[in-house]
């Protein structure tokens, strides 16, 4: 990990002092319109910028005279699979093995590297297409190099294995010996990529370059960094979110050997400022001691204290305040079944595996931080507005993480170490412990969901309404909204299919603010995660209340073709028509991020007449994609966490603090409890979707109808306990 330093453009000087390259190489980017640039193209960095100047480039690889690939790559890596994924893609068209790529993560830079989130399934699908040019073109420019070499035509050269080949005499040339002459070449701006059929990295079941990293602890992560002479620093924060440090006694904590200082910090969760006290000493240990010797008087006046028990009785209220959408109540009224449902989910907290945590060192006229970090440059952003110094000199380095599900996205923990190594002179890490991180948020929010849908006399949905109350992203808010009339054809409901808008006559939305000081953001499939498990449990009841099939009723309702071949195909490899009658068989369907996934659940009673889940059957349709192991094991872990979500944990309040402080009573699925899980890639054309999100909200449902299709009863209230329905 390197760092930008204050040039505003990378030169390739910069680029080989971030990647550790010596000497000649062959380094190119994309210039992309609206960073300085006319137009959107490739540019050859290795003749000064390349591009003149102003020129802001994205997407960097080099090749250096050894032969070896660097790729910059300018996404976070929390499990999901970037620093895989990336190198698969230059790979392939650059023509070179995985062994010849090394992955160097980019400093924050958006103009020259790109946004850094992994947010919204990103990665893959919102830069394919440039990192396979990159690759194409410089592939392109070492064979143009070797024919000039050679004086043969380019026709009669490829290029395999980093190597380029004269096909009639088998002459070769390895990359690194032509990298001077290929440096000093234009790029093509029209090269052509493989089909597909071609492909012999991408779409390969390849083990990721950072699993054995992460095996014999040579990986690192935020709690692994350290720097000369840093200090550490534990904060005490209102466990009330906006709550006030009324005063505090520091005395037994600065008893405690190595503890430098204590003092009073705040931290920005969006439009509030949350308080605490820090206490800092020159270890991890004397910092925990000391902040367990501290005490802190807090003003929690001003604001709600809130119960879960009243949080949700405001919430059922909620729903019932959007006001009438016209058209669907005539069509609703004009239904010859009608069907009504109330569905609710809980607040959670995102329990990543690691807990939060930053390093800083701030200096008179630079910053710099390492940690465990989703989104670096709006870090960078932030900390250059609220410190009142250019971007070009804080550097935001990100090390691996461990989970992230959007909590590592907000400037809250990276802000607060910064503050603290400004009044301490010194570097800083900042540490969370597990109570902090599950207990202070932000948490994904609880929602309700109003459903009402009607049928016509074929047993088809001839309107269907969904109005929701919820938490929008963001502090809390202690004021009563005016929520506005539900629309009548209009919008859109993440729990629906896109699909089912074309086949549905009259379709309603509608959304309710529900007041709370409780600080909300998103989680795991923002969104899609509680209204996926409202839409399609809705639809199955809706199926059941037609008499009709509930996977026919989904593909009758859904007549584009790509929703047809999903279909068909969890039909296939489920063996759905010929499940048996003492199973209970779920299906549910959602749509996040570009890509489809559809659950089948398996459940069976156990001898004591509890409920077991005995296979989970996924399949996916993200269009082009890279990686299928990785696929699988992205909608393996979405599957585990949307089982947790749906029986196991949830956030509850009392007097306005979170009640659950660690995994003793916020429980994770055990091995023990991790049903046979079976995933499936459909294979199209069609532009990339996320792999990382998708796979996570059409699980709760799926399960809760197949306990149906089981017993009978219907579930509509996460989380449930599977041993006492």
């Keep these: 990990m390197g760092s930008t330093g204050s040039n505003t453009n990378m030169s390739r000087r910069n680029f080989i002092r971030q990647t550790g390259l010596t000497g000649m190489a062959l380094t190119l980017g994309i210039a992309l319109p609206g960073c300085g640039n006319n137009k959107e193209g490739i540019v050859n960095v290795s003749q000064g910028n390349g591009a003149g100047a102003g020129t802001e480039l994205m997407s960097w690889i080099s090749v250096d005279q050894s032969g070896k690939v660097y790729i910059m790559n300018h996404r976070s890596e929390m499990g999901q699979g970037t620093s895989q994924a990336i190198p698969q893609m230059i790979a392939e068209e650059l023509e070179v093995t995985l062994d010849q790529v090394s992955v160097r993560s980019a400093a924050a830079n958006s103009k020259k590297f790109g946004p850094h989130a992994p947010d ?35 026709t009669e050269c490829y290029a395999k294995a980093g190597e380029v080949i004269h096909r009639p005499s088998g002459k070769k040339l390895g990359y690194g010996a032509l990298v001077e002459e290929a440096a000093k070449l234009q790029p093509p701006q029209n090269v052509v990529l493989k089909d597909r059929k071609d492909y012999t990295v991408i779409g390969k079941p390849m083990p990721r370059l950072d699993a054995p990293l992460k095996s014999n602890g040579t990986a690192i992560f935020g709690l692994d960094k350290k720097l000369p002479g840093m200090l550490y620093a534990l904060v005490e924060r209102s466990p009330r979110f906006w709550g006030k440090v009324r005063s505090f006694d520091d005395s037994a904590s600065m008893a405690i050997a190595g503890v430098k200082r204590v003092f009073k910090v705040r931290r920005p969760v969006f439009g509030a400022w949350y308080e605490g006290v820090a206490v800092v000493a020159d270890t991890l240990w004397g910092a925990m001691q000391a902040r367990k010797a501290l005490k802190v008087v807090w003003d929690d006046d001003g604001f709600e204290h809130l119960d879960s028990d009243k949080l949700r009785a405001r919430m059922l209220e909620d729903i019932k305040r959007p006001g009438v959408a016209k058209k669907f109540e005539a069509a609703f009224a004009k239904a010859v079944k009608k069907l009504e449902a109330v569905y609710e989910t809980p607040y959670q907290s995102h329990s990543c595996m690691e807990p939060l945590n930053c390093i800083a060192d701030v200096r008179d006229e630079s910053i710099e931080i390492w940690g465990p970090i989703q989104e670096a440059v709006s870090i960078q952003e932030d900390l250059s507005e609220r410190m009142k110094m250019p971007a070009a000199n804080i550097t935001v380095n990100m090390t691996f993480l461990g989970g992230g599900f959007g909590r590592k996205t907000i400037p809250d923990y990276p802000y607060e170490a910064v503050m603290i190594s400004k009044e301490m002179k010194a570097p800083v890490q900042v540490v969370w412990t597990r109570e902090d991180d599950m207990t202070l948020g932000p948490f994904r929010t609880g929602s309700a969901f109003a459903c009402r849908g009607g049928l016509d006399a074929h047993g088809n949905i001839s309107a269907f309404q969904a109005i929701t109350a919820s938490q929008p992203f963001g502090e809390g808010t202690d004021k009563d909204n005016n929520p506005g009339p539900a629309s009548d054809n209009n919008g859109n409901f993440g729990g629906l299919l896109h699909g089912y808008l074309q086949s549905i006559p009259h379709y309603s939305f509608g959304w309710c603010t529900v007041k709370s000081p409780i600080p909300t953001i998103w989680w795991r499939a923002p969104n899609a995660h509680s209204e996926g498990f ?73 001898p004591d ?77 069609e532009a990339a979707g996320g792999v990382g999100e998708p796979g996570l909200p059409p699980f709760a449902p799926a399960l809760c109808n197949a306990i149906f299709d089981l017993t009978g009863k219907r579930i509509r209230r996460l989380p449930f306990n599977l041993e006492e329905v």
Aim: charged share 25%; proline share 3%; net charge positive.
């Design 120 to 154: 919204g399934s990103y990665s893959v699908r919102g830069w394919y297409k440039q990192l396979l040019l990159v690759g194409a073109s410089a592939r392109q420019m070492l064979i143009t190099a070797a024919a000039a070499r050679w004086k043969v035509p380019v």
């Design 609 to 685: 007449g509890k409920i077991k889940i005995e296979k989970v059957i996924a399949v996916i349709d993200c269009g082009w994609y890279v990686n299928p192991d990785i696929i699988r094991a992205q909608v393996e872990g979405a599957i585990v966490m949307g089982l947790g979500a749906a029986i196991k944990h949830e956030t509850h309040f009392k007097d306005g603090m979170a009640v659950e402080k660690n995994f003793d009573t916020y429980q994770m699925p055990r091995i023990h409890e991790t049903p046979d899980i079976e995933v499936y890639i459909m294979d199209n054309d």
């Design 534 to 606: 409202a839409g399609e449990s809705f639809i199955d009841e809706l199926a059941y209340a037609a008499g009709k099939d509930p996977l026919e009723f989904r593909k009758a309702h859904l007549p584009d073709t790509r929703y047809q071949a999903l279909i068909d195909r969890l039909e296939t490899v489920s063996g759905w028509k010929e499940r048996g009658r003492n199973q209970g068989w779920g299906v549910a369907i959602t749509q996040c991020f570009g890509s489809t996934v559809g659950h089948i659940v398996k459940v069976s009673k156990r």
